[in-house]
Protein backbone atom coordinates (compact mmCIF):
# COMPACT_ATOMS: atom_id res chain seq x y z
CA UNK A 1 0.00 0.00 0.00
CA UNK A 2 1.00 3.71 0.05
CA UNK A 3 0.33 4.88 3.16
CA UNK A 4 -0.22 8.23 4.13
CA UNK A 5 0.30 9.22 7.91
CA UNK A 6 -0.33 12.08 9.82
CA UNK A 7 -1.47 13.42 13.42
CA UNK A 8 -5.13 13.61 13.79
CA UNK A 9 -5.31 16.83 15.64
CA UNK A 10 -3.62 19.55 17.05
CA UNK A 11 -4.02 22.99 19.32
CA UNK A 12 -1.66 25.95 19.01
CA UNK A 13 -2.20 29.82 20.12
CA UNK A 14 -2.35 32.41 18.32
CA UNK A 15 0.81 33.80 17.11
CA UNK A 16 2.72 30.75 17.55
CA UNK A 17 4.64 28.20 15.29
CA UNK A 18 2.71 25.08 14.83
CA UNK A 19 4.74 22.14 12.54
CA UNK A 20 2.38 19.77 11.37
CA UNK A 21 4.54 16.57 10.51
CA UNK A 22 3.51 13.52 7.56
CA UNK A 23 5.47 10.27 6.29
CA UNK A 24 4.78 8.38 3.33
CA UNK A 25 6.04 5.20 1.63
CA UNK A 26 8.64 5.91 -0.87
CA UNK A 27 8.38 3.64 -3.52
CA UNK A 28 7.23 5.03 -6.48
CA UNK A 29 6.96 8.68 -4.70
CA UNK A 30 7.31 11.68 -7.00
CA UNK A 31 6.26 14.60 -4.77
CA UNK A 32 3.95 15.76 -2.23
CA UNK A 33 1.03 18.42 -2.05
CA UNK A 34 0.03 20.19 1.33
CA UNK A 35 -3.77 21.34 1.36
CA UNK A 36 -5.82 23.38 3.33
CA UNK A 37 -9.54 23.13 3.96
CA UNK A 38 -11.96 24.93 5.83
CA UNK A 39 -15.23 23.11 6.85
CA UNK A 40 -17.43 22.16 3.88
CA UNK A 41 -15.11 23.66 1.59
CA UNK A 42 -13.26 22.21 -0.86
CA UNK A 43 -8.94 21.71 -0.82
CA UNK A 44 -7.39 24.51 -1.09
CA UNK A 45 -3.42 24.17 -3.10
CA UNK A 46 -0.92 25.18 -0.47
CA UNK A 47 2.27 23.26 -1.74
CA UNK A 48 3.88 21.09 -3.99
CA UNK A 49 7.89 19.82 -3.08
CA UNK A 50 9.60 17.58 -5.04
CA UNK A 51 13.27 18.34 -4.41
CA UNK A 52 14.51 17.83 -0.51
CA UNK A 53 14.20 21.17 1.79
CA UNK A 54 12.15 24.28 2.49
CA UNK A 55 10.47 25.82 0.63
CA UNK A 56 8.78 28.93 1.89
CA UNK A 57 5.79 30.82 0.90
CA UNK A 58 4.86 33.41 3.28
CA UNK A 59 3.72 32.10 6.69
CA UNK A 60 3.53 28.65 5.38
CA UNK A 61 6.74 26.83 4.52
CA UNK A 62 6.66 23.18 3.51
CA UNK A 63 9.49 20.42 4.08
CA UNK A 64 10.80 17.30 2.67
CA UNK A 65 12.89 14.73 2.87
CA UNK A 66 12.72 12.12 -0.12
CA UNK A 67 14.85 9.60 1.46
CA UNK A 68 13.08 9.56 5.28
CA UNK A 69 9.56 9.75 3.46
CA UNK A 70 8.89 12.77 5.50
CA UNK A 71 7.41 16.08 5.15
CA UNK A 72 5.74 19.15 7.47
CA UNK A 73 3.83 21.71 6.79
CA UNK A 74 5.36 25.00 8.96
CA UNK A 75 2.65 27.97 9.78
CA UNK A 76 4.19 30.54 11.63
CA UNK A 77 2.16 33.75 13.36
CA UNK A 78 -1.19 31.82 13.48
CA UNK A 79 -4.25 33.46 12.95
CA UNK A 80 -7.82 32.36 14.00
CA UNK A 81 -9.03 31.71 10.31
CA UNK A 82 -5.62 28.85 10.30
CA UNK A 83 -8.44 26.85 11.86
CA UNK A 84 -8.63 24.38 9.39
CA UNK A 85 -7.88 20.78 8.03
CA UNK A 86 -4.36 19.93 6.74
CA UNK A 87 -4.28 17.40 4.29
CA UNK A 88 -1.05 15.61 3.27
CA UNK A 89 -1.28 14.32 -0.30
CA UNK A 90 2.06 12.07 -2.07
CA UNK A 91 2.08 11.94 -5.47
CA UNK A 92 3.24 8.26 -6.86
CA UNK A 93 4.49 7.23 -10.58
CA UNK A 94 3.30 3.88 -10.11
CA UNK A 95 -0.25 2.66 -10.76
CA UNK A 96 -0.74 5.49 -12.95
CA UNK A 97 -0.07 9.38 -11.74
CA UNK A 98 -1.50 9.25 -8.91
CA UNK A 99 -2.12 11.30 -5.48
CA UNK A 100 -2.54 9.62 -2.54
CA UNK A 101 -4.74 11.40 0.63
CA UNK A 102 -3.83 10.90 4.47
CA UNK A 103 -6.65 11.43 7.00
CA UNK A 104 -6.05 15.41 7.15
CA UNK A 105 -5.00 17.02 10.64
CA UNK A 106 -7.44 19.40 12.33
CA UNK A 107 -5.94 22.17 13.49
CA UNK A 108 -7.67 24.53 16.01
CA UNK A 109 -5.84 28.18 17.12
CA UNK A 110 -6.85 28.99 20.16
CA UNK A 111 -6.92 32.70 21.62
CA UNK B 1 -11.56 32.65 -15.58
CA UNK B 2 -9.58 29.13 -15.05
CA UNK B 3 -10.57 26.50 -13.10
CA UNK B 4 -12.94 23.45 -12.32
CA UNK B 5 -16.43 23.77 -12.01
CA UNK B 6 -18.43 21.07 -10.52
CA UNK B 7 -22.22 20.48 -10.62
CA UNK B 8 -24.43 21.06 -9.09
CA UNK B 9 -23.99 21.89 -6.10
CA UNK B 10 -25.93 19.39 -4.43
CA UNK B 11 -28.08 16.14 -5.87
CA UNK B 12 -30.65 14.12 -3.74
CA UNK B 13 -30.79 10.58 -5.30
CA UNK B 14 -33.65 8.55 -4.37
CA UNK B 15 -32.94 4.94 -3.85
CA UNK B 16 -32.22 2.45 -6.53
CA UNK B 17 -31.52 5.56 -8.91
CA UNK B 18 -28.37 6.31 -10.97
CA UNK B 19 -26.98 10.12 -11.01
CA UNK B 20 -24.80 11.82 -12.64
CA UNK B 21 -21.86 14.51 -11.43
CA UNK B 22 -20.36 16.88 -13.08
CA UNK B 23 -16.68 17.84 -13.92
CA UNK B 24 -15.56 20.49 -16.48
CA UNK B 25 -11.85 22.24 -16.34
CA UNK B 26 -10.11 24.82 -18.88
CA UNK B 27 -6.83 24.65 -17.06
CA UNK B 28 -5.45 22.60 -20.06
CA UNK B 29 -5.12 20.35 -17.30
CA UNK B 30 -3.75 16.47 -19.16
CA UNK B 31 -5.55 14.20 -15.38
CA UNK B 32 -8.05 14.46 -13.89
CA UNK B 33 -9.67 12.90 -10.58
CA UNK B 34 -12.42 11.65 -8.41
CA UNK B 35 -12.47 11.54 -5.18
CA UNK B 36 -15.28 10.85 -2.11
CA UNK B 37 -15.20 12.42 1.05
CA UNK B 38 -17.25 11.25 4.27
CA UNK B 39 -17.20 13.57 7.37
CA UNK B 40 -14.55 13.81 9.40
CA UNK B 41 -12.75 11.66 7.08
CA UNK B 42 -9.67 12.25 4.20
CA UNK B 43 -10.11 12.01 0.67
CA UNK B 44 -10.59 8.63 -1.15
CA UNK B 45 -9.41 8.14 -4.86
CA UNK B 46 -12.40 6.46 -6.96
CA UNK B 47 -11.42 7.16 -10.57
CA UNK B 48 -8.83 8.96 -12.52
CA UNK B 49 -8.14 9.58 -16.02
CA UNK B 50 -4.38 10.50 -17.47
CA UNK B 51 -5.41 11.01 -20.91
CA UNK B 52 -8.53 11.13 -23.10
CA UNK B 53 -10.19 7.53 -23.45
CA UNK B 54 -8.44 6.46 -20.73
CA UNK B 55 -9.29 5.67 -17.09
CA UNK B 56 -8.23 3.63 -13.89
CA UNK B 57 -9.90 2.25 -10.94
CA UNK B 58 -8.65 4.01 -7.86
CA UNK B 59 -9.74 2.55 -4.38
CA UNK B 60 -13.51 2.90 -4.39
CA UNK B 61 -14.41 2.37 -8.02
CA UNK B 62 -17.34 -0.30 -6.85
CA UNK B 63 -20.84 1.29 -7.57
CA UNK B 64 -18.94 4.18 -9.58
CA UNK B 65 -18.88 4.91 -13.49
CA UNK B 66 -16.77 7.62 -15.34
CA UNK B 67 -16.27 8.70 -18.92
CA UNK B 68 -13.60 11.18 -20.50
CA UNK B 69 -14.74 11.46 -24.18
CA UNK B 70 -13.24 15.25 -23.94
CA UNK B 71 -10.27 16.73 -21.97
CA UNK B 72 -12.07 19.33 -20.52
CA UNK B 73 -14.87 17.02 -18.84
CA UNK B 74 -14.77 13.75 -16.49
CA UNK B 75 -18.24 12.83 -15.40
CA UNK B 76 -19.04 10.37 -12.34
CA UNK B 77 -22.15 8.52 -12.56
CA UNK B 78 -23.08 7.18 -9.27
CA UNK B 79 -24.66 4.14 -10.05
CA UNK B 80 -28.04 1.73 -7.40
CA UNK B 81 -25.10 -0.36 -6.57
CA UNK B 82 -23.24 2.39 -4.39
CA UNK B 83 -25.16 1.21 -1.36
CA UNK B 84 -24.07 4.08 0.88
CA UNK B 85 -23.25 7.56 -1.73
CA UNK B 86 -23.78 10.12 0.78
CA UNK B 87 -20.50 11.99 1.01
CA UNK B 88 -19.07 15.14 -0.43
CA UNK B 89 -17.94 14.44 -3.77
CA UNK B 90 -14.72 16.39 -5.56
CA UNK B 91 -13.04 16.66 -8.84
CA UNK B 92 -9.67 17.32 -9.65
CA UNK B 93 -7.28 18.27 -12.18
CA UNK B 94 -3.65 18.33 -12.46
CA UNK B 95 -0.40 18.97 -14.21
CA UNK B 96 2.98 17.87 -13.61
CA UNK B 97 3.45 20.32 -10.32
CA UNK B 98 -0.46 21.29 -9.17
CA UNK B 99 -3.65 19.70 -8.38
CA UNK B 100 -6.27 22.17 -7.94
CA UNK B 101 -10.07 20.73 -7.04
CA UNK B 102 -13.49 22.02 -7.93
CA UNK B 103 -16.17 23.27 -5.42
CA UNK B 104 -17.62 19.83 -4.69
CA UNK B 105 -20.93 18.33 -4.59
CA UNK B 106 -22.67 16.75 -2.03
CA UNK B 107 -24.97 13.65 -2.73
CA UNK B 108 -27.64 13.29 -0.55
CA UNK B 109 -29.80 9.84 -0.69
CA UNK B 110 -33.78 10.49 -0.07
Not at chain 1, 50 to 55: I, K, M, Q, R
Not at chain 2, 15 to 41: F, K
Amino acid sequence: GQNIDQPTEMTATEGAIVQINCTYQTSGFNGLFWYQQHAGEAPTFLSYNVLDGLEEKGRFSSFLSRSKGYSYLLLKELQMKDSASYLCAAHFLTGGFKTIFGAGTRLFVKA
Amino acid sequence: DGGITQSPKYLFRKEGQNVTLSCEQNLNHDAMYWYRQDPGQGLRLIYYSQIVNDFQKGDIAEGYSVSREKKESFPLTVTSAQKNPTAFYLCASSNQETQYFGPGTRLLVL
